[in-house]
């Protein structure tokens, strides 16, 4: 029989299993709320890691694109990463697949798992309204055999934020630091993707040096390379000294 204990206005149970799904390119935000959270209420958890790793698939697959940019994305880097189609194909970044949900469902039929809740709200983006339509607050998945249950669907973020301060539950410090400049969309999620809106402003303010390793794997140019072929361009053609100009 469990026995649950009471935590902060709720209960926790901690022989509950936790599935952390680690893609190994999570915000450190992340990891250090995953530590606190599993240290502070005893959590089981049950730590997964990628069946391929992110970066071998960003290579074989492409990076992950916008849902209404797959085709557009496709047709520009299709001479770069071929199968890139694995996206279109299955309507979601083949990185998501490879490296959180084959994972995750592995660990879950490993440990017996029938059922999971998730955090997923309508109001976060337009394709989850649709999903909410479709769905509801609980369906079955057909595919993965398993109870998908979402009990926060319909809340609002004020909702959220009244139950989460009148409860005291913890909250990921990376949310504050990215309600500054996220314009309302703020989306915690692996650190280098490139498949929702405005991961650019994002990235390139949490890290900007793999913002720049990102972009020239897409192949972008930035305004640094044209200041350092300036910069080489001057050298080339400066006299030793200012003397030689007199």
């Known amino acids: 029989m469990q026995h649950s204990r009471p935590v902060d206005g709720f209960e926790v149970q901690p022989e509950r299993e936790v599935i952390f799904c680690d893609t190994t390119v999570l915000h450190p935000e992340d990891y250090e709320f995953k530590e606190r959270l599993k240290k502070e209420w005893s959590l089981n958890i049950i ?3 990628p069946v391929k790793p992110f970066w071998q698939v960003w290579k074989e697959y492409g990076p992950p694109t916008i849902r209404r940019q797959y085709y557009q994305s496709y047709a520009k880097f299709k001479g ?24 995750f469902l592995l660990a ?8 999971v809740l998730t955090g997923l709200r309508c109001t976060e983006s337009r394709a989850r309204m649709y999903f909410a339509a479709d769905y509801g607050q609980k369906h079955f998945t057909k595919r993965y055999k398993i109870w998908k249950l979402n009990p926060i669907l319909f809340w609002t973020s004020r909702q959220l934020d009244e139950f989460t301060a009148e409860n005291e539950i913890p909250v990921n410090s990376l949310y504050s630091k990215l309600s500054h400049f996220a314009k309302g969309k703020v ?18 303010r949490l890290n900007p040096n793999l913002y720049r390793f990102v972009q020239k794997l897409l192949g972008q140019t930035l305004i640094e390379d044209y200041v350092d072929v300036e910069d080489e361009a001057a050298d080339a053609c400066a006299p030793a000294s200012f003397e030689e100009w007199f």
Do not use: I, M, Y
């Open 80 to 103: 770069l990463w071929k199968r890139h189609t694995f996206q279109e194909k299955t309507g979601k970044p083949a990185c998501c697949w490879f490296c959180k949900d084959k994972p």
């Open 108 to 115: 879950a039929r490993k440990h017996g798992v029938k059922a």
């Open 47 to 49: 730590e997964t890691k």
């Open 187 to 204: 989306r915690n999620g692996c650190l280098p993707c490139t498949g929702h809106l405005g991961w650019e402003e994002q990235l390139s």
